[in-house]
């Protein structure tokens, strides 16, 4: 036994892992004791059964374990009751030595009441007896039909019926005793009748007679556990005359037929009632589902009985889950429950039968709950909605029929935004292509129902319309060619069109049948807009397409490589022509030969292949998006002006052959007289800016994106153009002198024509007058009672006539009045002007950043630094933004950009690159410095490239200078590292500059800096430079260093942290020479000198603490003398030593 009892402790453990290691390790040593123990033949007789004859048949660790475990289910200390009867029911499982009545002797006797028990006590007692028959009944003891091994007579066997009737008695009282208890011990109940279906007993019909008489005969009321036991109890003994036993509570032996139903819910629902039939257990409430609903559910929806109930189910719910316990009247309690049992049986229908479930008030409660987060049941009711959508992931064949109960009669269309839930989207995001496809057709029957009236009819349009733009938007849905063409086809046809005649034939959807009633002008405009937002996501999402060699990812493409703006544009003009099944709505004022070049200019756009075709592809989405303008439009004249400049670009830039070169001169005014075919297009990109419109802003970034392989120099200018500092208020102001100037004769005739007008017209234009402005109304009032004049009360009263001096009076003051509304209404127009332009320039530089992120080895990236710097130091508080943005893109689009130039302009680049620094010079902003830092440091990257070097180090020499020398400087010294952490081998040059100008620094704190410079000058291994540049780089900075640190022992001109660092350096630089140059050590640092240092800083009280660095750094300077063997010696004598120690403490 010393060998077991350790391992009993780790049975109790709060960790269920660590409570399953040591039931193993328990139950392997007492099976290993058993297989090795040799019982004494003992003749049988009536005592070797008894629980006192363990000890005959078993190994003494093994009756010890088996009473051990027994006494160890009434512990109540953590979790030892639920580790001792794993164990023990493990262990009655390997062992046949041991009969079903010795153990429930040992149990009883283990578990006995007593009157002066505490009620924690008992409790702990009664639990005891319920898991010490729980480990009877699943350990299999209880039926077990094997004799025991060690008997001398085989006629012995472990169970029998008197064992099985003692248990079943046992657990009937644990239920009476106890009402909490009832629940636990009825379940295990039904855990024996499992075994006993199971078992091969002889005695089973005699069991199932004494259990039925039991349950049914000497108790006749009913309970949920009774339920559970009754449906199990029918399985086993179905010749029972059950019509009997039910009776009188249920009128049908089938406990779940319909016309019980009602009582069986009654039941359920476990509320206290006043049928004398139904035992009252309502005096606790438990949280956690009753496991009656496992045995129903079981019962109703398994495979061998659900085709004789699946009717039965329907009702079932309805009745004993629906209208009981999410009734109106209902607890949140029992609704809690309702929740559970939903979750319960979602997984064991099938798709047909799913719409089962989501019943009338159920799905009321569920959207209530799920709509307001102070619902009680708000948390149940997201449990719900989570496992639907983990439900649907797991089978997404499902999807389809949920959606359909989610949006139903029961449901609601917009069960996602009552509920503030994404549930109908993420189902739709698990569903297949097909799924998809078949909601689609449902959505397409729903918008043309036609026995609903004209108001709903329209609001399910509307829902309809918005569901097809969510499926096209949401890049997480699994999207088709099929689908996608079939939606937008939708939306162009009632959009665009209005249907004369149906064509059932025809290979567009929306064709195949007439609408009634027809889509009002409403539905028609956001048909329209919807069009368009959906090509605008489309735009945006990048598909893969095959070409004829090479796969390749092309945005706003189906998977054949055409646009989806071409297929609809395509899918316009050929109904167009169609006019025998629809008109078109929206007719163009001008004549349709510009519409039918601009399709010529598309199909020959689609021909252009080799280093054009990128930018042929741009050309035909500009296009294409132009024409969709034009269409859907109400006032198409901009984009028909549109059309044409872009036909014309598109045709001179792909269509036309290249003129033969003429003279120069005719070449010079050519170029001088018309743009270059790509500014035109860009400039109507940028125009697509200007408009509040996004899927014009989209499409115009796509667009740019595909023609940068063609933009020349004066595009760029354009561009460039976009971004420079203008006052937004002056042009208008210029406009509205403008038309003031060409209305004035007009003016003067209506001035005439007003005074011939007749007083009735005078007073028949007073209806149309704008509403007065109450404010100015006010104003006026109030200079009028400031100089003692009131305002009349009634229309009817004397009028007070004013002579010239209250009139000479008040005019000031009215004049004010006026001239202050007049002030606000400009300073509103002009802020209104400014954030314009504000967000217009933002767009402007999405345009910037896409030429900068897919064109990194362009010479031109040049040209963006200034302006960028401009927007970022130069705009005002209210462009934060737009200052923002820019700061951006020169840290994330400059400052890591890896590339160079093949060919550069070297006097512009250099001009730019001293204007950095010249800018660098002023800025007092860390962050504006940072990104000019990034700036210098891309541009010295390409002049390096391009082996100018003088030229950096010449502007960075420039920069030290006034760095260090001039007290104002904006600089700091990470504008300065940036450039010495890329270019180290550079940056070397600048190491006799710094030096020279600490010197000469304009206070201790730019000395310190410049230090720290060199610091980092020398972070880098020097053995790959010149020895003589280092040899003499090195004295010179030891020299530096030493005079620095002598002068300030006299002069305290460092702190003592200035000091730390001084040194610091120098053993920076001590360590460089070691690896450079071991052998001259001593000839640059002069060890002598730093010891006498070190002298002077310990004797000098704001210094000492500096002496300890001083000292490390004299002491690397010194060589150490060579006395290697005898230094070797010693260590391998004293690990020798160490060594003889352990041996001689192991062996003692």
């Known amino acids: 036994m010393a060998t077991t009892l350790p391992l009993f402790w780790n049975l109790s453990s709060a960790s269920k892992n660590e409570r399953i290691d040591a039931s193993v390790k328990l139950i392997s040593t007492l099976e290993h004791f058993q297989n090795q123990f040799e019982p004494s033949t003992l003749e049988e007789d009536e005592d070797t059964l008894k629980p006192d004859a363990l000890e005959s048949f078993n190994a003494q660790d093994v009756s010890y374990s088996i009473r051990r475990l027994v006494r160890g289910l009434a512990s109540p200390r953590e979790s030892s009751r639920l580790g001792f009867s794993v164990a023990l029911t493990e262990l009655l499982s390997r062992i046949d030595t041991v009969t079903c009545s010795q153990i429930y002797s040992l149990v009883l006797d283990a578990s006995k009441t007593q009157g002066s028990m505490t009620g924690q006590e008992e409790r702990d007692i009664l639990f005891a007896r319920l898991f010490g028959m729980t480990a009877i009944v699943q350990s299999g003891l209880l039926v077990r039909t094997k004799p025991l091994l060690t008997s001398p007579s085989s006629a012995t066997l472990a169970s029998s019926l008197e064992g099985y009737e003692k248990v079943i008695s046992e657990l009937l009282a644990l239920g009476e005793k106890k009402s909490w208890l009832r629940e636990s011990a009825w379940w295990t109940l039904c855990l024996v009748l499992d075994t006993l279906q199971d078992s091969q007993v002889s005695w089973k019909d005699d069991a199932l007679k004494y259990t039925t008489h039991r349950v049914f005969v000497e108790d006749e009321l009913w309970s949920p556990e009774k339920i559970a036991l009754t449906i199990k109890l029918k399985t086993l003994s179905p010749n029972e005359d059950w019509r009997n036993l039910l009776s009188p509570t249920f009128r049908n032996p089938d406990i779940c037929s319909n016309t019980n139903l009602k009582t069986l819910a009654s039941i359920l629902k476990d509320v206290p009632t006043k049928d004398e039939d139904v035992k009252n257990t309502a005096g606790h409430y438990k949280p956690q589902l009753h496991f009656v609903w496992d045995v129903l559910l079981k019962y109703l929806l398994s495979t061998p009985n659900h085709d004789a109930h699946k009717g039965t189910f329907v009702e079932f719910f309805r009745i004993v889950v629906d209208e009981s316990l999410f009734s109106s009247t209902s607890s949140a309690e029992r609704k809690y429950w309702g929740f559970q049992i939903f979750e319960k049986a979602l997984p064991l229908l099938s798709e047909k039968d799913l719409p089962m479930?989501?019943?009338?008030?159920?799905?009321?409660?569920?959207?209530?709950?799920?709509?307001?987060?102070?619902?009680?049941?708000?948390?149940?009711?997201?449990?719900?909605?989570?496992?639907?959508?983990?439900?649907?992931?797991?089978?997404?064949?499902?999807?389809?029929?949920?959606?359909?109960?989610?949006?139903?009669?029961?449901?609601?269309?917009?069960?996602?935004?009552?509920?503030?839930?994404?549930?109908?989207?993420?189902?739709?995001?698990?569903?297949?292509?097909?799924?998809?496809?078949?909601?689609?057709?449902?959505?397409?029957?729903?918008?043309?129902?036609?026995?609903?009236?004209?108001?709903?009819?329209?609001?399910?349009?509307?829902?309809?319309?918005?569901?097809?733009?969510?499926?096209?938007?949401?890049?997480?849905?699994?999207?088709?060619?099929?689908?996608?063409?079939?939606?937008?086809?939708?939306?162009?046809?009632y959009g665009c069109f209005s249907i004369k005649k149906k064509s059932e034939k025809s290979s567009i959807v929306a064709l195949r049948e007439i609408p009634k009633p027809t889509f009002s002008d409403e539905l028609r405009q956001l048909c329209r807009e919807r069009l368009l937002v959906c090509l605008t996501d489309l735009t945006n999402q990048t598909v893969a397409t095959q070409e004829v060699d090479t796969k390749s990812r092309v945005a706003g493409a189906a998977s054949?490589?055409?646009?989806?703006?071409?297929?609809?544009?395509?899918?316009?003009?050929?109904?167009?022509?169609?006019?025998?099944?629809?008109?078109?709505?929206?007719?163009?004022?001008?004549?349709?030969s510009l519409e039918t070049k601009a399709f010529e200019v598309l199909g020959k756009l689609k021909a252009v292949s080799g280093d054009k075709k990128e930018a042929a592809n741009g050309t035909e989405l500009l296009l294409g998006i132009l024409l969709l303008e034009c269409y859907c439009s109400e006032d198409p004249s901009t984009a028909l002006e549109n059309i044409q400049a872009c036909v014309d670009a598109a045709t001179q830039m792909f269509l036309e052959k290249p003129k033969k070169k003429g003279r120069k001169s005719?070449?010079?005014?050519?170029?001088?007289?018309?743009?270059?075919?790509?500014?035109?297009?860009?400039?109507?990109?940028?125009?697509?800016?200007?408009?509040?419109?996004?899927?014009?802003?989209?499409?115009?970034?796509?667009?740019?994106?595909?023609?940068?392989?063609?933009?020349?120099?004066?595009?760029?200018?354009?561009?460039?153009?976009?971004?420079?500092?203008?006052?937004?208020?002056?042009?208008?102001?210029?406009?509205?002198?403008?038309?003031?100037?060409?209305?004035?004769?007009?003016?003067?005739?209506?001035?005439?024509?007003?005074?011939?007008?007749?007083?009735?017209?005078?007073?028949?234009?007073?209806?149309?007058?704008?509403?007065?402005?109450?404010?100015?109304?006010?104003?006026?009032?109030?200079?009028?009672?400031?100089?003692?004049?009131?305002?009349?009360?009634d229309d009817d009263s004397d009028e007070e006539v004013m002579d010239d001096e209250q009139?000479?009076?008040?005019?000031?003051?009215?004049?004010?009045?006026?001239?202050?509304?007049?002030?606000?209404k400009k300073n509103s127009k002009d802020v209104d002007a400014q954030r314009e332009a504000t967000h217009f320039k933002n767009r402007v530089l999405d345009l910037v950043e896409i030429f900068l992120k897919k064109q990194p080895t362009n010479p031109a990236l040049i040209r963006f630094i200034l302006p960028l710097i401009d927007l970022m130091t130069k705009s005002s508080s209210d462009e934060r933004q737009l200052s923002d943005k820019a700061q951006s893109i020169l840290k994330s689009?400059?400052?890591?950009?890896?590339?160079?130039?093949?060919?550069?302009?070297?006097?512009?680049?250099?001009?730019?690159?001293?204007?950095?620094?010249?800018?660098?010079?002023?800025?007092?902003?860390?962050?504006?410095?940072?990104?000019?830092?990034?700036?210098?440091?891309?541009?010295?990257?390409?002049?390096?490239?391009?082996?100018?070097?003088?030229?950096?180090?010449?502007?960075?020499?420039?920069?030290?200078?006034?760095?260090?020398?001039?007290?104002?400087?904006?600089?700091?010294?990470?504008?300065?590292?940036?450039?010495?952490?890329?270019?180290?081998?550079?940056?070397?040059?600048?190491?006799?500059?710094?030096?020279?100008?600490?010197?000469?620094?304009?206070?201790?704190?730019?000395?310190?800096?410049?230090?720290?410079?060199?610091?980092?000058?020398?972070?880098?291994?020097?053995?790959?430079?010149?020895?003589?540049?280092?040899?003499?780089?090195?004295?010179?900075?030891?020299?530096?260093?030493?005079?620095?640190?002598?002068?300030?022992?006299?002069?305290?001109?460092?702190?003592?942290?200035?000091?730390?660092?001084?040194?610091?350096?120098?053993?920076?630089?001590?360590?460089?020479?070691?690896?450079?140059?071991?052998?001259?050590?001593?000839?640059?640092?002069?060890?002598?000198?730093?010891?006498?240092?070190?002298?002077?800083?310990?004797?000098?009280?704001?210094?000492?603490?500096?002496?300890?660095?001083?000292?490390?750094?004299?002491?690397?300077?010194?060589?150490?003398?060579?006395?290697?063997?005898?230094?070797?010696?010693?260590?391998?004598d004293s690990k020798e030593d160490k060594q003889k120690k352990r041996k001689k403490l192991v062996h003692e």
């Open 357 to 493: 479930l989501f019943t009338k008030n159920f799905m009321r409660t569920w959207i209530n709950h799920l709509s307001k987060r102070d619902r009680y049941l708000h948390k149940a009711a997201q449990q719900t909605a989570s496992e639907v959508q983990n439900f649907v992931q797991r089978n997404p064949k499902f999807g389809f029929s949920l959606i359909l109960q989610l949006t139903g009669v029961n449901g609601s269309q917009h069960f996602d935004k009552l509920t503030r839930t994404k549930t109908v989207e993420s189902i739709l995001t698990s569903m297949n292509t097909e799924d998809i496809k078949q909601y689609i057709d449902h959505l397409l029957q729903e918008a043309n129902d036609h026995e609903v009236d004209v108001q709903a009819i329209n609001a399910r349009r509307r829902w309809v319309i918005d569901q097809f733009t969510s499926l096209i938007r949401n890049g997480a849905i699994k999207k088709s060619d099929e689908w996608v063409q079939l939606v937008l086809d939708w939306l162009a046809v």
């Open 666 to 793: 005719d070449v010079t005014e050519s170029s001088e007289g018309s743009p270059e075919p790509v500014d035109i297009l860009v400039d109507i990109i940028i125009g697509f800016l200007e408009k509040p419109v996004a899927y014009l802003r989209t499409v115009g970034k796509q667009v740019f994106s595909l023609l940068l392989n063609v933009v020349e120099e004066s595009t760029l200018d354009l561009i460039l153009t976009q971004l420079e500092t203008r006052d937004p208020t002056a042009e208008d102001e210029s406009d509205v002198e403008e038309g003031e100037d060409e209305d004035e004769d007009e003016d003067e005739d209506e001035e005439i024509e007003e005074g011939e007008k007749s007083e009735s017209s005078e007073s028949g234009d007073e209806s149309n007058e704008e509403e007065p402005d109450e404010e100015l109304r006010n104003k006026i009032m109030e200079a009028l009672a400031v100089n003692g004049i009131e305002a009349a009360e």
């Open 893 to 1132: 689009r400059l400052g890591k950009v890896k590339e160079v130039v093949s060919s550069l302009d070297i006097d512009d680049t250099t001009s730019v690159f001293k204007t950095v620094h010249a800018r660098a010079q002023h800025i007092h902003s860390a962050e504006h410095l940072a990104a000019l830092g990034e700036c210098s440091g891309y541009i010295s990257h390409l002049l390096l490239h391009l082996g100018h070097q003088d030229i950096v180090l010449r502007a960075y020499r420039d920069s030290l200078t006034d760095f260090i020398t001039r007290k104002n400087s904006a600089l700091n010294v990470t504008f300065f590292q940036i450039f010495i952490r890329r270019h180290r081998a550079t940056a070397w040059g600048l190491r006799n500059d710094l030096i020279e100008l600490s010197k000469k620094a304009v206070n201790t704190y730019r000395r310190c800096q410049a230090y720290q410079l060199l610091h980092d000058i020398i972070l880098q291994p020097l053995s790959d430079l010149n020895a003589k540049e280092v040899i003499g780089f090195m004295k010179l900075l030891r020299g530096t260093l030493h005079d620095a640190a002598s002068s300030s022992c006299e002069d305290e001109i460092f702190n003592a942290s200035q000091m730390r660092d001084l040194l610091k350096l120098g053993i920076q630089g001590v360590r460089q020479s070691q690896k450079a140059l071991p052998g001259q050590l001593t000839e640059i640092w002069e060890p002598a000198t730093w010891n006498a240092l070190t002298k002077r800083l310990s004797s000098s009280t704001r210094y000492n603490g500096a002496a300890q660095t001083c000292k490390q750094l004299a002491n690397m300077t010194t060589v150490p003398k060579t006395s290697t063997p005898k230094r070797k010696a010693v260590v391998v």
């Open 560 to 592: 054949d490589g055409q646009f989806w703006v071409s297929k609809v544009v395509a899918i316009i003009s050929k109904l167009k022509d169609d006019t025998k099944h629809v008109t078109f709505i929206s007719e163009m004022e001008e004549d349709e």
């Open 807 to 824: 009139m000479m009076a008040i005019d000031g003051q009215l004049a004010e009045v006026f001239r202050s509304r007049m002030s606000e």
